[in-house]
């Protein structure tokens, strides 16, 4: 129950074109859901991070949608470019409990 | 710019060896946490403390692996001894809670 899945393992969008990542999860608990990105040799970096109350949350050209009722959310990055290519975590929490990593989404923005 | 810095960034060692790495969290961050990435396991939890108390360690292997934290600016992770299996890339992160971490740049540990 404490488990993320997330989809898919690897994905390939062609440059401005829309990459969409999904989560689901179990505990209806968590109370926060945030996205990390990393690039190669880098350690993850939050990304954007959403809250159940809200059904969406846009930061440029990355946004949020969360489903509560489904118990899914996903991350959908609009325009994608070269630069975005990278490995995407979502993640969830309760409370001051550790967050729970997804398996991660590899993406490849072909120029 | 406030970073989260692990030393040493690389390591590459023989089996049986000791391996220490350490951590310097940002600055005023309370919590502190370890993981290990594999491309096999993904991102792992090992341990993570609070004010340098450890809350949970249930991810690390308690026969080979300790993690302390000496003061607030210092936490470090040992492996006693190493195996070929503890290859991996070893990342820190602290944050002023648990929802919100910053990743230190990792040390790629290879064990020979």
């Known amino acids: 129950q404490q488990q993320v899945k997330q989809s898919p393992q690897s994905l390939i969008v062609q440059k401005g074109g829309i990459s969409i990542i999904n989560c689901a999860y179990e505990?209806?608990?968590?109370?926060?859901f945030p996205w990390y990105q990393q690039f190669p040799g880098k350690g993850p970096a939050l990304l954007i991070a959403i809250r159940p109350d809200v059904s969406e949350k846009k930061e440029g050209r990355f946004t949020i949608s969360f489903n509560k009722s489904a118990k899914q959310f996903s991350l959908h990055i609009m325009d994608s470019q070269p630069g975005d290519s990278a490995t995407y975590f979502c993640?969830?929490?309760?409370?001051?409990?550790?967050?729970?990593f997804g398996t991660g989404t590899r993406l490849l923005v072909s120029p | 710019d406030a970073r989260v810095t692990q030393t040493p960034r690389h390591k590459v060692t023989e089996m049986g060896q000791e391996v220490t790495m350490r951590c310097q969290p940002i600055?005023?961050?309370?919590?502190v946490f370890w993981y290990r990435q594999t491309m096999m396991q993904g991102l792992e939890l090992l341990a993570y403390f609070r004010n340098r108390a450890p809350l949970d360690d249930s991810g690390m292997p308690k026969d080979r692996f300790s993690a302390e934290m000496p003061d607030a600016t210092l936490a470090t992770l040992k492996i006693q001894p190493s195996e070929p299996r503890d290859s991996a890339v070893y990342f820190c992160a602290s944050g002023e809670s648990t929802d919100t971490q910053y990743f230190g740049p990792g040390t790629r540990l290879t064990v020979l």
């Open positions: 993640a969830a929490i309760v409370g001051f409990q550790k967050l729970v």
């Open positions: 505990n209806t608990a968590f109370d926060y």
């Open positions: 600055l005023g961050h309370n919590t």
